[in-house]
């Protein structure tokens, strides 16, 4: 039986390990498969680089249309990243009879509607397990697993490289710049890393899980976002004083107002799950109407367990080639897309402000919050020796965030309330 013929675009952290797995593996790949999985082309930028594998010169080429015009070549392994030239790359490929196997977020979030019809009307597969926490089969997962229940809540930890320097920050107080540094070098991070520290990457990965979770057309732009960038360690530290975790937490809901999506520094409860999650892992906790509670936990970036994920893919679309079965998945259907607005949406928060040190303050500052309707779970104070404020630590009780953002509007205008230092969603 002739091998199924991979060409891949792209050799770099993700490519490498797509090599490394099938040619460890190719033994348990061909019992599964039947046959072989020969990778036969791979697109580089630079033929020339020193690479950390050993590939045949031969096999590596800059030209696209090598891996795109090859007739032998049943399937594309997409893990140059990026939009563009990536997405015409795919849409040709497509097109040209390939199915695609991609780790590519960026392109899913944005594009995915247009890549899925094209994959639609040429009957190929475009599987993505790999675009979302890495090594975790979260895709599989809610079309799957979940195909018979109402997803009402997704909660994640879904950017490997904002975990680690978290964590690292958390855990030792090692200094943001330091860490995100060492996620680089060990592959974490994006090309560029802002995406990963400001929210977007987890925003990207979100939209996909929304979509699929709750049957919506989210779109990237409907999320809410916001990095770590403004975290600090002094957050962190009162926030475990008071019993909580900083997380980068992706959050969609569905409720009979609509969805909602953000990604957000969030304090996470110590005694939730998520609160546990620590360094490039990543989990992926979902609530259904049925199931309950679960979590899913595991490696969220780096070469191997990425390359797991799309192994994983290229197994499914190698068996669909010997079943000669290939795109044959339904379109997913939407419903009506509804987005809940800041008036519908609940959560706790935590605030910690700086304040004038001086009697009266605090009613003033408690006024405020009955003004608009939140109630307060626990108030802190911590008198600050070596200037003229005290820190304030309020924890509300579930608030909206209109409310929320009221309050903290007044706050602005308030002369005793010198610097609103901090505010985060808490959750568990
Ligand atoms: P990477 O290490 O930067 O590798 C990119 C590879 O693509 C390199 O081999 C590069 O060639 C090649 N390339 C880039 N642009 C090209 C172009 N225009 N023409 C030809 N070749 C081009 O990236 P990565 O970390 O492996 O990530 C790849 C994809 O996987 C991205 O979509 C990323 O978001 C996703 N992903 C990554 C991880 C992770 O942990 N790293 C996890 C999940 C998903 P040269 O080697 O010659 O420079
Ligand atoms: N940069 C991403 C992360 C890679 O850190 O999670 C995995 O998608």
Do not use: C
């Not at 994959?119 to 993505?128: G, I, L, N, S, T």
């Not at 330091?178 to 991070?189: H, I, M, P, T």
């Not at 802002?194 to 057309?217: C, P, W, Y």
Request: aromatic content about 6%; cysteine-free.
């Amino acid at each position: 039986m002739k091998p199924i013929k991979v060409g891949m675009l792209g050799l770099g952290t993700v490519g490498t390990g797509v090599v490394r797995i099938v040619e460890g593996h190719q033994e348990d790949l061909v019992r599964q498969i039947g046959t072989a999985v020969e990778i036969s082309r791979i697109l580089v930028n630079d033929v020339t680089k020193n690479r950390s594998i050993s590939i045949p010169q031969e096999r590596l080429t800059e030209k696209v249309e090598d891996i795109l015009h090859d007739p032998d070549i049943d399937v594309i392994v997409e893990v140059m990243g990026g939009l563009e030239p990536t997405k015409g790359y795919v849409m040709e490929a497509l097109a040209q009879g390939k199915h695609i196997v991609t780790a590519n977020k960026d392109l899913l979030a944005l594009y995915g509607t247009e890549i899925m019809a094209q994959a639609h009307e040429y009957k190929r597969d475009v599987m993505y397990e790999a675009s979302v926490a890495g090594g975790i089969p979260i895709i599989r997962t809610l079309t799957e697993g979940f195909s018979s229940d109402r997803i009402l809540k997704i909660m994640g930890i879904v950017n490997g490289t904002t975990n680690y320097i978290l964590s690292a920050m958390s855990r030792e107080g090692a200094a943001y710049a330091d860490v995100l540094k060492e996620a680089q070098g060990l592959g974490y991070a994006e090309a560029d890393p802002t995406s990963d520290v400001e929210g977007l990457d987890a925003a990207r990965k979100m939209t996909i899980l929304s979509r699929l979770g709750f049957h919506v057309n989210v779109e990237l732009s409907d999320v809410s976002v916001k990095g770590i960038s403004s975290v600090t360690r002094e957050d962190i530290a009162y926030g475990k004083t008071l019993g909580y975790e900083v997380k980068l937490l992706g959050i969609a809901e569905r409720t009979g107002d609509g969805v909602s999506v953000s990604v957000e520094p969030t304090m996470v409860r110590l005694n939730h799950p998520l609160a546990s999650v620590s360094g490039v892992f990543n989990a992926v906790y979902v609530f259904g109407e049925s199931v309950g509670e679960t979590m899913f936990y595991g490696p969220g970036a780096g070469e191997l367990p990425t390359a797991t994920s799309i192994v994983a893919d290229l197994v499914t679309v190698a068996k669909n080639l010997r079943l000669d079965v290939n795109g044959s998945q339904l379109p997913l259907r939407y419903q009506e897309k509804k987005l809940r607005s800041p008036e519908q949406i609940v959560s706790k928060y935590f605030l910690l402000l700086r304040v004038a040190d001086r009697a009266g303050v605090l009613a003033r500052i408690t006024q405020i919050f009955a003004d608009y309707k939140v109630s307060l779970e626990s108030v802190f104070q911590h008198p600050n020796a070596s200037t003229s404020h005290a820190e304030i630590i309020v924890i509300t009780h579930n608030a909206t965030k209109a409310g929320m953002q009221q309050v903290l509007e007044e706050f602005g205008k308030l002369d005793v309330v010198h610097e609103i230092r901090s505010v985060y969603r808490v959750e568990g």
